[in-house]
């Protein structure tokens, strides 16, 4: 909101001189940092530095930590596990400047502002005083002879305060209290969970002129918004639904960057890990902050594939479903764990440019098993339901009949797998069937229908059900 206290403060070119607070601060050395993704909006951060230990009770501060810690998650310890440390006290301060909270910890301190308007000399006003409060419109103050002054916030080019009020921070900052039986620089382990940090895959994938090839190829999508940078991490990956208690929601945050980086070679070595799969990247990367950084998965691999058109009339009475199905196998060109993500499936034309024909999300695929794509509704194929008869023969026994039209209007012909759903809660059989059926499980039957160019086809069956 343009009225909003804040909107006007930074647009006046708010100063702040923090009477060299700044001055002394180091950078921390990171002896190792590796991160953890989880494709659930959480991270593991390990991070090992060299710290400076006293002997007997002290602090220790651990700033350039994610804003999005969960403060309850953290483990410190030293590496040396002969270095004895006992911990008394963890806190996690994340009291951190802004202009609100400064102007907040001077009311009823002195600080001095100058304004746009001009004195008889041609100098820029200034007021010094007590800030008594502020709001979107005002600052009050009183002056040092008692007075009373209301300046209007538009007025006012600059704030001053002479030093950083106590109790803020510029980044969020663990603060160990230690009882330690060592002094001097010792490293030590600091491992926490943020929120803030997700991984997702997406595939691309090109389909060959006859519809019977497909050139696949992966990528990780890293989307670092967790509040830190992670610079020359050790990154590895988990795919699975990792259980989580009292899961809070978290805002979005705009990200600043784009990086994506591919390799001839495979960069990630993936094994079992428990109940999931753990896979590990092959160097170390820096992932920044407000960043989304993609990393090839694996290298381009040529896979069969075979296209499928599906009519499930009960549920679309005229559209008949494309879809490609291929087999993550080492046999076809693959055989390693796909996490679950989004592939886009293109297709070359006869001058070569690749466009784009459909996209569906897969689920996490183990290897050996097949994946199916859906990419659209045939354009020249269209199908039609209807009931033809019902018979109430008993009580406890009706039959239904049934009959599905499909016509081909494409150049070549085609084969349709005719999908039908039947009440699962009774005994049922099939009395009447104008062509073969097979039985996919309890409640569904599937019709294989081969159709020639510009060729009709009828299914007619007749169910029995016996309640």
Same mark, same amino acid.
Request: proline letters at 4%; hydrophobic letters at 35%; a negative charge.
């Given at each position: ?101 400064i102007l907040e910890k001077y009311v009823d301190k002195d600080i001095e502002l100058f304004t746009k308007s001009e004195d008889a000399k041609g100098e820029e006003k200034s007021y010094k005083g007590t800030l008594l409060s502020y709001s979107n419109d005002n600052v009050t103050l ?25 109790? %803020?921070?510029?980044?969020? *900052? ?6 330690? /039986? @060592? !002094?001097?620089?010792?490293? =030590?382990? +600091? ?89 590990? %990247?092959?160097?170390?990367? *820096? ?6 950084? /993609? @990393? !090839?998965?694996?290298?381009? =691999?040529? +896979? ?111 084969? +349709? ?51």
């Amino acid at each position: 909101m343009k009225n909003s206290f804040l909107f006007k403060l930074a647009a006046l070119g708010f100063v702040l001189i923090l009477g060299g607070w700044f001055a002394g601060r180091t950078v921390p050395v990171y002896a190792e940092v590796s991160v953890t993704i989880y494709n659930s909006d959480l991270g593991l951060v390990k991070d090992v530095r060299e710290l400076d230990f006293q002997k007997g009770k002290s602090f220790i501060q651990f700033t350039d930590v994610a804003a999005q810690i969960d403060p309850t998650s953290v483990h410190f310890k030293p590496v040396n596990s002969s270095d004895q440390v006992s911990i008394l006290e963890q806190n996690y301060q994340y009291d951190l400047v802004s202009s609100s909270k400064i102007l907040e910890k001077y009311v009823d301190k002195d600080i001095e502002l100058f304004t746009k308007s001009e004195d008889a000399k041609g100098e820029e006003k200034s007021y010094k005083g007590t800030l008594l409060s502020y709001s979107n419109d005002n600052v009050t103050l009183q002056e040092p002879g008692g007075a009373i002054r209301i300046i209007r916030l538009d007025e006012i080019r600059d704030l001053y305060f002479p030093s950083l009020p106590e109790g %803020l921070i510029t980044k969020p *900052t663990l603060v160990w209290y230690l009882d330690s /039986q @060592v !002094s001097g620089k010792k490293k =030590a382990e +600091v491992s926490y969970l943020t929120s803030g940090i997700n991984w997702h895959t997406e595939y691309v994938a090109v389909v060959d002129q006859k519809d019977e090839n497909l050139e696949l190829a992966g990528w990780v999508s890293i989307d670092n918004r967790s509040g830190a940078t992670y610079q020359d991490a050790k990154v590895k990956l988990i795919a699975g639904e990792v259980n989580r208690v009292n899961e809070a929601p978290m805002p979005l945050r705009l990200g600043k960057g784009f990086v994506a980086e591919t390799a001839a070679a495979p960069q990630f070595e993936e094994k079992a890990f428990f109940e999931y799969h753990l896979y590990t %990247l092959m160097r170390p990367a *820096t992932i920044k902050d407000n960043e989304i950084k /993609q @990393v !090839s998965l694996f290298p381009s =691999a040529d +896979v069969k594939v075979k296209k499928i058109y599906t009519y499930d009339g009960a549920r679309d009475d005229k559209d008949v479903r494309v879809e490609l199905e291929f087999k993550n196998a080492q046999s076809e060109g693959l055989g390693m764990p796909l996490p679950q993500g989004k592939i886009r499936v293109y297709k070359a034309d006869v001058d070569k440019s690749l466009e784009f024909v459909g996209e569906d999300k897969i689920d996490h695929t183990p290897k050996d098993e097949k994946v199916r794509v859906f990419l659209g509704n045939a354009f020249d194929i269209v199908g039609e339901r209807k009931k033809t008869d019902y018979k109430q023969i008993s009580d406890d026994v009706s039959e239904e009949s049934y009959q599905m039209k499909l016509r081909n209007h494409k150049e070549e012909p085609v084969e +349709v797998v005719v999908v039908e759903h039947l009440y699962s809660y009774v005994q049922w059989e099939i009395k009447e069937s104008s062509i073969p059926y097979e039985k996919k499980d309890v409640s569904t039957i599937e019709f294989k229908v081969q159709l020639a160019k510009d060729q009709e086809v009828a299914v007619n069956y007749t169910v029995r059900y016996y309640r």
